[in-house]
């Protein structure tokens, strides 16, 4: 069976040059990958980690397609040089392609953009799979070599791309990933043009500094309704610091439009104090202000949001603020009475603004002897730290989006969970308070299921009488929800009513509440907070079940705290098409859909044109029929490989953010760890069993799906400690994920000499579907699901290798 015109004579090896060269390109590919990770996250509202994989795979597909499609051999430096090409047009195209995600539900162009947008992403990606499918078509007896090179190479810019974003701007990676593809060409270019070769290379890459430094087009250009898009646009406006690493852009812009104050009461007297907007890629604006907390002003301002309630209830308090952010809630604690104030800040360049540049402007805040900034991840530092607090603030650091069907739906927010709250209420001391606010939502949603997680973290520590501890009250934007370790006392309740009373605050629940309370100062047709909230209570977090949205507490198996759809929505929310003003219409759910949709034709397309176009069926029509059923189980047993690959890498990544903090850090250290295995295992893979090998993949895989545990154990470790953690979980799984391809591509030059294109084409096309299904899988079931879904892959695989061999021998 052959489905391609015969590849040229086969060599035995490749030259050492022509393996580092394909190592330095597939690093290259990679780094490419964590950076468009983060040109995702400046430019639009989410990263969208498996579409960078997915795209990826998409162009590696394609490859696999016109290599079957051509049958001939292309000139290696040629490619190399077009990687290079493709990723520096392509930067500047993604940059200038107008896609607007607000207008992508009523605006049928946008659809094409989108399209557009990341085909243009994929082209890098198809260059690097033309020279390694091409590698591995001329040497199929020598593929491990080939394999292992494209493997260890990938490894190897995934986690070299991050020391490197630390250092460096984004667009100045983009420039280094740029020179590797053109070193990649002068490498493989023939001996006696290697000369001209490299000083062709040396003044290409001179001419794309001069003009990386000179041109804005080369510059993230962000959405236009991105929060930094829209404040840049104020008379005064003036960023006053900016700065990036490996997980985020921080940049703090001055002007005197912008004030902060969530759930402040009309009945506050102190004027507003100047602030200073601080963003992290372009988004969640937090407020840095220059107020003294022992002013006056300070004392009123505090006294009047919604955290004024807990520092009249527990004064004198040893405060924990969990999320710096600007420095707000710090400076409004120490302002309510508290006499020493944690904060802890996960993002080191916030960190960074408030004790250097803005020290100053926010009154010295964080050189304040009574306040200890803590640069630490939240998760890592509560579940690591041994203190008791009479307060532990979990501050609003998100900014305000009005939608309940969840624009933010794809995002992880381990911060939200049951284990994340169970692990705060362990830090109160005997008589301390968990205090939160969330952005109010018609009808409840964000504020809800803060409640129900907060309700089934409460149930696992096996706290009774939830009813005597809790209470609630809205302001005009925000909900605010605080629990009590001891029961409140009925002074403590009187004291609630009075502080809501005199700020105008509404009751939603509290000991000792009277119906007189509920909705009588931002009155709303029904009291849908109070109702809500009092069924969950009386009923416990399960009542969720019977709400409209899915409000049900989310966990670290499934921390998509904004994903609130339910398929029962789909009407309502089509009805709604082309009326909310929400990146990508309001729901993530839609846009995987569509994702999905776009991958599948893909994939279709790249799959089936070579049995199409080429020379196939006329040759097929000539082989016995046991070789041409052989076909079948031959797609299956590749195409399942591709699937499990993925099913198993992207929710490891997705897992391993939990313990690495940032999602770049977490995609770039699993994938690269599990590349650099995977190579490993295809040096290794002559000598392994590979139906073997299939079995202990789909084992180990049900291993990592029922056992979570395995890395949660981890948490509270130095980041040195978490990180080996991850790379011990995926260095055995790797290996064994080396073996299967190199094996089944042996086997499957052994009886169609000349397939190795048309399967890399198969691997790759399931692949890219792999990557939107992972993520549909995970928001839907959480990352167990797809883990058990990806090992079941691998027993599929088994399955039709036993079929394929078992056809193959009927033919022999």
Not at 635 to 664: C, D, H, K
Not at 685 to 692: E, F
Request: proline share 6%; net charge neutral.
């Amino acid at each position: 069976m052959t489905v391609a015109s015969p590849a040229p004579p086969g060599r035995l090896s490749w030259s050492l040059a022509a393996l580092i060269a394909l190592a330095l390109l597939s690093g290259a590919a990679l780094a490419l990958q964590v950076v468009l990770l983060r040109l995702f996250s400046l430019q639009q509202f989410h990263h969208f980690a498996f579409m960078v994989i997915s795209l990826a795979l998409l162009g590696y597909g394609a490859a696999g397609t016109v290599l079957a499609l051509v049958g001939r051999r292309l000139v290696p430096w040629a490619v190399a040089l077009a990687f290079a090409l493709a990723t520096a047009l392509g930067w500047l195209v993604l940059n200038r392609i107008p896609f607007d995600s607000y207008a992508l539900v009523w605006d049928p162009r946008q659809i094409a953009w989108l399209a557009l947008y990341f085909t243009v992403a994929a082209l890098p990606f198809f260059a690097a799979g033309l020279l390694t499918g091409q590698m591995l078509a001329e040497t199929p007896h020598g593929a491990q070599g080939v394999y292992a090179a494209n493997l260890l190479g990938s490894a190897a810019g995934a986690l070299g791309v991050l020391p490197l974003l630390r250092g460096v701007s984004l667009e100045a990676v983009l420039l280094v990933i740029v020179s590797c593809g053109l070193i990649s060409s002068a490498l493989l270019s023939s001996p006696r043009w290697r000369v001209v070769a490299w000083l062709a290379c040396l003044g290409a890459g001179g001419f794309l500094a001069l003009a990386w430094r000179g041109a804005p087009a080369f510059s993230v250009r962000l959405s236009p309704y991105k929060p930094l898009s829209v404040a840049l646009l104020a008379p005064d406006v003036r960023i006053g610091y900016s700065r990036e690493d490996a997980s985020a852009r921080v940049q703090v812009v001055e002007s005197s439009a912008f004030h902060q104050w969530p759930g402040l009461a009309l009945a506050a007297r102190a004027s507003l104090p100047e602030q200073a907007a601080l963003f992290v890629d372009g988004d969640q604006p937090a407020a840095i202000t220059r107020l003294d907390p022992e002013s006056p002003s300070a004392h009123d301002l505090a006294a009047h949001l919604p955290l004024g309630l807990v520092l009249e209830l527990r004064t004198q308090a040893h405060a924990l603020v969990l999320g710096g952010g600007g420095g707000m809630d710090a400076v409004m604690t120490l302002a309510g009475g508290a006499r020493e104030v944690e904060v802890v800040e996960e993002n080191g360049l916030a960190l960074d603004a408030l004790e250097g540049p803005y020290l100053d402007f926010s009154y010295g805040l964080y050189a304040r002897p009574e306040v200890h900034p803590i640069r630490s991840s939240i998760r890592n530092f509560v579940r690591r730290d041994g203190g008791q607090y009479d307060l532990v603030v979990l501050a609003l650091t998100d900014a305000y989006r009005p939608t309940t069907a969840g624009a933010m739906a794809l995002g992880e927010t381990y911060g939200l969970t049951v284990e994340a709250m169970s692990d705060d209420l362990a830090r109160l001391a005997p008589r301390g308070i968990l205090f939160m606010t969330r952005w109010a939502q018609n009808p409840p949603s964000e504020e809800a299921r803060a409640f129900a997680t907060l309700l089934a973290a409460m149930e696992r520590l096996g706290w009774d009488d939830p009813a005597g501890r809790l209470f609630a009250f809205r302001t005009m934007r925000t909900v605010s929800i605080g629990v009590s370790r001891s029961p409140l006392t009925s002074g403590e309740s009187e004291k609630i009513r009075a502080f809501l009373a005199s700020r105008g605050f509404d009751a939603i629940l509290y000991p000792g509440m009277t119906e007189a309370e509920v909705n009588r100062f931002f009155r709303q047709p029904e009291p849908l907070h109070a109702s809500l909230f009092a069924r969950l209570l009386e009923h416990g977090w399960r009542a969720c079940a019977d709400y409209e949205f899915d409000i049900c507490p989310t966990r670290d198996e499934r921390p998509f705290f904004f994903n609130f759809f339910r398929w029962g929505q789909t009407r309502e929310v089509l009805a709604m098409v082309g009326k909310v003003w929400a990146p990508f219409g309001g729901t993530g759910y839609f846009l995987l859909l569509l994702l999905l949709a776009f991958a599948v034709a893909a994939a279709s397309v790249l799959m089936s044109l070579p049995l199409v176009l080429g020379k196939a069926r006329a040759r097929e029509t000539r082989l016995p029929a046991p070789a041409r059923q052989a076909r079948m189980p031959l797609m299956a047993y590749f195409g399942a490989l591709g699937l499990g690959y993925i099913f198993l890498e992207v929710p490891l990544a997705q897992r391993a953010t939990l313990l690495l903090e940032r999602t770049s850090v977490a995609y770039a250290w699993v994938i690269g760890s599990l590349l650099l295995a995977s190579g490993i295992g295809s040096l290794l893979a002559h000598r392994a069993p590979l139906r073997a090998t299939l079995v202990a993949l789909l084992s180990m895989s049900l291993v990592f799906a029922a056992a979570p545990v395995l890395w949660a154990g981890a948490l509270g470790q130095s980041f040195a400690l978490r990180a080996l953690a991850v790379l011990a979980a995926t260095l055995p799984l790797g290996v064994l994920m080396g073996v299967p391809f190199v094996r089944g591509l042996r086997l499957a030059e052994q009886t169609s000499p000349g397939i190795t294109p048309w399967v890399w084409a198969v691997n790759g096309s399931f692949s890219v579907v792999a990557g939107v299904l992972a993520a549909l899988f995970a928001l839907e079931a959480g990352f167990g699901a797809v883990l058990t879904v990806g090992g079941l892959c691998y027993g599929a695989a088994l399955m039709a290798l036993v079929r394929w061999e078992h056809l193959t021998a009927r033919c022999a």
